[in-house]
């Protein structure tokens, strides 16, 4: 009997974390499966952006990693290049998810030149505040 109950409890969990395409505000497909709660969250933020607000309260650590973040930036390029999002939407996206540590960058020092290494929000931030103190 255990056995039966834990392997209706992992089959339940499959279920769970199953994978799909998503169908982007009934305009188009991502390229890659992501998970219900993703392609809720990306048609969220589509509605959200697409009606003027803010993409950058969109950013989220699931939003802008692994299939949720490749889906995300797909729907934005997608949404930029159809005139439904305004060009630079995508730019402010990453900007927020670096400022959140959940993506890279390369970093902008003391307005004067770009790291040639890729780093969060967190790291750029120091690098700039031990800058400006030897400056």
């Given amino acids: 009997m ?13 279920l769970a ?4 395409i998503c169908r982007v505000l009934d305009a188009f497909d991502t ?9 809720t969250a990306i ?3 589509g509605g959200s952006v697409a009606g003027g607000g803010a993409v950058t309260s969109h950013a989220t650590s699931d939003t802008c990693q692994s299939e949720c973040g490749t889906a995300t930036m797909y729907a934005l ?8 999002l305004a060009a630079g939407t995508q730019d402010d996206f990453v900007a927020a998810c670096v400022a959140g ?3 890279v960058d390369t970093c902008r020092v003391l307005d004067a030149f770009d790291t040639t290494t890729e780093v969060g929000g967190t790291c750029c ?11």
Avoid at 17 to 20: I, Y
Avoid at 31 to 38: I, L, Y
């Fill in 31 to 39: 390229e890659n499966a992501v998970s219900a709660s993703c392609c």
């Fill in 125 to 135: 931030a120091a690098i700039n505040t031990a800058g400006g103190s030897v400056a």
């Fill in 101 to 103: 540590d959940w993506m």
């Fill in 43 to 45: 048609n969220t933020a």
């Fill in 77 to 84: 390029a997608t949404g930029e290049a159809a005139s439904v």
């Fill in 2 to 14: 255990k056995f039966l109950q834990a392997t209706i409890l992992l089959a339940s969990a499959s």
């Fill in 17 to 20: 974390q199953a994978q799909e």
